[in-house]
C-alpha cells in the first residue's frame, strides 16, 4: 500500500497543482507573468494547460498499471499482466490526452487532425506492414498465452530447424528464448502467429516423449526388451530422461522389416531439451544393441550374432564375436582368444540379484553382455546412520 501510495502520489500532486492553475484562468496567469517577469507572456495559459492534460494521462496511467493491471487482474489470473498489454494501454492514455491537447487548449479541429493521421497512417501502414503484422501477433499472443515469461517452448516453422528454449520477453515485434547453448534466439511475433508451439510446461512440466524402433524379427523379443530397458536405464544416469516416472520399453507391432518397439521416458524441460535427451538416450540405446550383438531391422548381417546369448555361447565363433567387441583385449591375438574363449562360461541374474560381494575373491572376471550393472561402495566418511555412496556401472 505504502509503496502504491508514493508511485501515485507524486503525479496527482502535480496535476492537482497545474489544475489549480489552470482554474485561475488566463487574466490571473498574465498578471502573474507581468509581475514577476516585467511582461505578459502569452504562452503560460498554453504551457499551463498541456501540463494539466500531461499529468493527467500520467496519473491515469500510474491508476491504470498499478490498481488494475497489477492489482485486480493479476490476483484474478494468477500470473502477471503481460507488459505489451500494458504498454498498449499506456499508449491509449496518452493519444487521448495528446486529442485533448489538441482540441481544448490549442482549440484547432480533432477532426481534421484524426484526418491527417489517418491518411498518413495508410502510407506508413504500406511501409511498415511487417512492423505492424509483427505488433498484431504479439498482441494475438498476450491475448490468447500460448506461452509465458519463463516457459519451455518448442517453435516449429516449415523449412527452419526447430527452435527450442525458455520464453525470456515478449515485446511489441519479437518474442526472445534463452536456448539450451546459452544465447538469445530472437523469434519475429509474425512468425509466431503461422508457427506450431509445443509448449512443454503446461500443463506439467514433466513431458513423455516416445521413439519407435525397429529390430530383425529373428532376435528374441524378451532379449531385445531386456537390451532396449538396459539402455534407456543407462541414458537416466548420464543426465538424459528422469528416473520418475520411470521408461519403459513394449512392442507395438510387426511389419515387413521386423518387429517394432516403442521407447517411452520422461523429461523435465528444465534440466534438458528434447533434443539433447533424445541424443541421449539414442547413444545409450545403440550402445547396449551392438554390445548384444542385435542390429537394426536394416543391418542383416548381424542376425547370426543375435542368437549369441540364446545358444549360451556354445558355438567357438560366437565366444570369439563377443570377446572381439571388448576393448580390453583388442591387443590379443587370434589363438590367445581362442584360448580364452574356450574358459568361457555363461551365467545369467535376474533383476536385483548379487553379482559379486565386497571383498569376495573371484579367480575369473566377468563380461557383461547385457544389461545394467549396479555398485554399492562404502565411504570412509560416513554418517552414524552407515550412509553409502551410490554408483552406477553399465
Not at 589363438?335 to 569376495?360: D, W, Y
Amino acid at each position: 500500500m505504502n509503496t502504491l501510495l508514493r508511485k501515485i502520489l507524486i503525479p496527482a500532486a502535480i496535476f492537482i497543482a497545474s489544475l489549480t492553475v489552470l482554474m485561475f484562468g488566463d487574466a490571473a496567469m498574465r498578471d502573474f507573468s507581468a509581475r514577476i517577469v516585467g511582461k505578459t507572456l502569452d504562452f503560460l495559459p498554453y504551457a499551463v494547460g498541456v501540463v494539466t492534460w500531461l499529468s493527467a494521462a500520467f496519473l491515469a496511467n500510474r491508476v491504470i498499471s498499478f490498481v488494475f493491471w497489477e492489482g485486480v487482474v493479476t490476483k484474478a489470473t494468477g500470473t502477471p499482466t503481460p507488459r505489451l498489454i500494458v504498454q498498449i494501454s499506456s499508449f491509449l492514455i496518452y493519444l487521448l490526452a495528446l486529442t485533448g491537447i489538441v482540441g481544448v487548449v490549442f482549440e484547432r479541429s480533432v477532426t481534421a487532425l484524426l484526418t491527417t493521421s489517418g491518411a498518413m497512417g495508410i502510407v506508413l501502414g504500406f511501409a511498415v506492414r511487417s512492423l505492424i503484422l509483427d505488433v498484431f501477433s504479439g498482441l494475438s499472443i498476450n491475448i490468447e498465452r500460448p506461452f509465458v515469461v519463463g516457459d519451455y517452448v518448442q517453435i516449429h516453422v516449415r523449412g527452419v530447424n526447430n527452435v527450442f528454449g525458455r520464453v525470456e520477453e515478449v515485446n511489441w515485434r519479437t518474442t526472445r528464448l534463452l536456448t539450451p547453448e546459452r544465447y538469445i534466439q530472437v523469434i519475429p511475433n509474425s512468425v509466431l502467429g503461422s508457427a506450431v508451439i509445443s509448449n512443454f510446461s503446461r500443463p506439467s512440466p514433466i513431458g513423455e516423449f516416445e521413439y519407435v524402433l525397429t529390430l530383425d524379427a529373428a532376435v528374441d523379443t524378451e532379449r531385445a526388451l531386456r537390451a532396449l530397458e538396459a539402455g534407456l536405464r543407462e541414458a537416466i544416469l548420464a543426465g538424459g530422461p528422469l528416473a520418475e516416472p520411470e521408461p519403459a520399453v513394449r512392442t507395438t507391432g510387426v511389419n515387413e522389416h521386423g518387429v517394432r518397439y516403442k521407447l517411452k521416458y520422461f523429461i523435465d524441460p528444465r534440466k534438458g531439451g528434447p533434443g539433447k535427451v533424445r541424443q541421449v538416450v539414442l547413444e545409450h540405446v545403440m550402445a547396449h544393441l551392438r554390445k548384444a550383438g542385435i542390429s537394426t531391422a536394416q543391418a542383416k548381417y548381424e542376425v547370426h550374432q543375435a542368437d549369441l546369448v540364446e545358444r549360451n555361447l556354445d558355438h567357438e565363433r560366437d565366444r570369439l564375436a563377443l570377446l572381439g567387441r571388448v576393448e580390453l583385449f583388442h591387443s590379443m591375438t587370434e589363438a590367445e582368444l581362442e584360448t580364452l574363449s574356450a574358459q568361457m562360461t555363461l551365467q545369467r541374474f535376474a533383476k536385483g540379484e548379487v553379482v559379486i560381494e565386497r571383498e569376495q575373491h573371484l579367480e575369473s572376471m566377468f563380461l557383461l553382455v547385457e544389461g545394467v550393472l549396479e555398485t554399492h561402495v562404502p565411504v570412509p566418511d560416513t554418517d552414524v546412520m552407515g550412509c553409502y555412496r551410490q554408483r552406477k556401472t553399465p
